[in-house]
């Protein structure tokens, strides 16, 4: 065994020593986070305990706060998961690098794990090209089967080209090549009503609760394809006959979207699940159907935050939190762009909701 290799593991034992089963448990569900710059932070965010390779990324001397060294939204995020017991990864730009900050709830504080930001892959964009192309083309062949007077098989092929568009925007964010965020002024209840009116002509009821408006810098494409995704995942287990709520709401420095159902809900072990960040299923094709990941990778792109609850009432909420305003967008545009433009009268509701409603919804006029 190298010299590197036995010291690494000694400073790896001297870290977790006489720590809490839980945040060694934490450690054991982030896979490779034995081999990551950690930090133990309190409830104070005070760090207890760093290993060697994280004081070059915080300092060089232990209980020290992090608030003097973070971003105030990441110090907030923190919290946050602290708060709720939820995980989560975030996109962060320090000390001129750009990482992927773990934030897993342990004991009365938690574990942070520094991981060098996921590199994207080009092939992924490239492959994503040539999926839309074949979506375009099923959209075309679905005309011509309109004119044709077939339009049940129209319909279908539709719907089967919305499901291509979904993954591909999905997998697109989550893999490909970044680009640019579009950050703009959004007003938070002028989305959701938007967004109520494209569900009620799909023949989707829903209730909206809003106070006042609420003005936030984001990236309102992006932002509303999660919310939408969120809406498909209530249809999806409730069905269209499940009564939505989508709030607006303030809390603290951010503002708050809440997608609520009042269907059958889900066991602890799915809410633990889609809550989970480290589990394997909600990072690789195919887990929840990218839709999880991809709604909670657009929270992280804001330095915000998704969380799953049981509603007393019954039924399950999503809550998406959006910081109000990003001091450091620049060090977070990691976004991709959300295709909506192949064909007219396709939009977001169009893709996200593929997989919750019927063809029916996608016949032509």
């Known amino acids: 065994m190298s010299a590197d290799i036995c010291g690494r593991d000694a400073e790896i034992e001297v870290f977790f020593d006489g720590l809490p089963q839980d945040v060694l ?28 390779s994280c004081r070059t990324i915080l300092a060089d001397v232990g209980f020290y706060s992090v608030e003097g060294i973070l971003p105030e939204q990441v110090c907030e995020t923190i919290r946050q998961c602290m708060q709720t017991g939820t995980e989560q990864r975030l996109p ?12 897993v709830p342990a ?5 942070l794990v520094f991981a060098p930001a996921m590199k994207q892959q080009a092939g992924v964009t490239m492959a994503a090209a040539r999926l839309r192309d074949c979506a375009q083309s099923l959209l075309f062949e679905a005309e011509g089967l309109d004119q044709d007077h077939q339009p049940d098989k129209a319909a279908n092929m539709r719907q089967q080209a919305m499901r291509i568009l979904r993954q591909v925007n999905h997998m697109q964010l989550l893999f490909g090549t970044p680009e640019p965020m579009r950050w703009s002024e959004c007003q938070a209840c002028r989305m959701v009503q938007d967004m109520v009116r494209q569900l009620t002509d799909k023949g989707v009821h829903a209730v909206v609760r809003a106070e006042k408006e609420i003005v936030f810098r984001g990236d309102e ?21 499940t009564k939505l709520v989508l709030s607006v709401e303030q809390v603290g ?3 708050s979207f ?39 990778r657009i929270a992280a792109m804001h330095g915000g935050l998704l969380l799953f609850v049981r509603r007393q009432e019954g039924g399950t909420a999503a809550y998406l939190r959006i910081p109000l305003h990003i001091e450091d967008a620049e060090g977070m545009e990691s976004g991709s762009d959300y295709q909506t433009f192949l064909t007219s009268g396709i939009g977001v509701s169009d893709i996200e909701l593929s997989d919750a409603l019927g063809a029916d919804a996608y016949r032509g006029e």
């Not at 450690?27 to 710059?37: E, I, S």
């Open 92 to 103: 962060l730009h320090l000390r001129e690098n750009q990482w992927e900050l773990h934030i």
């Open 258 to 296: 809440g997608v609520m159902d009042y269907g059958q809900g889900l066991s602890d072990a799915a809410l633990e699940r889609m809550n989970d960040t480290w589990e394997k299923a909600d990072a690789v094709v195919g887990g929840w159907g990218l839709g999880v990941p991809y709604a909670r």
């Open 25 to 52: 448990y934490a450690a054991y569900r982030g896979l490779d986070a034995m081999l990551r710059p950690m930090a133990y932070v309190s409830e104070q965010l005070m760090v207890l305990r760093q290993t060697e």
């Open 107 to 111: 004991g009365q504080g938690a574990l």
């Open 253 to 255: 420095n951010s503002v």
């Open 221 to 241: 494409r992006l932002i509303c394809a999660a919310l939408m995704t969120l809406i498909s995942n209530s249809l999806r287990h409730g069905g269209t006959d």
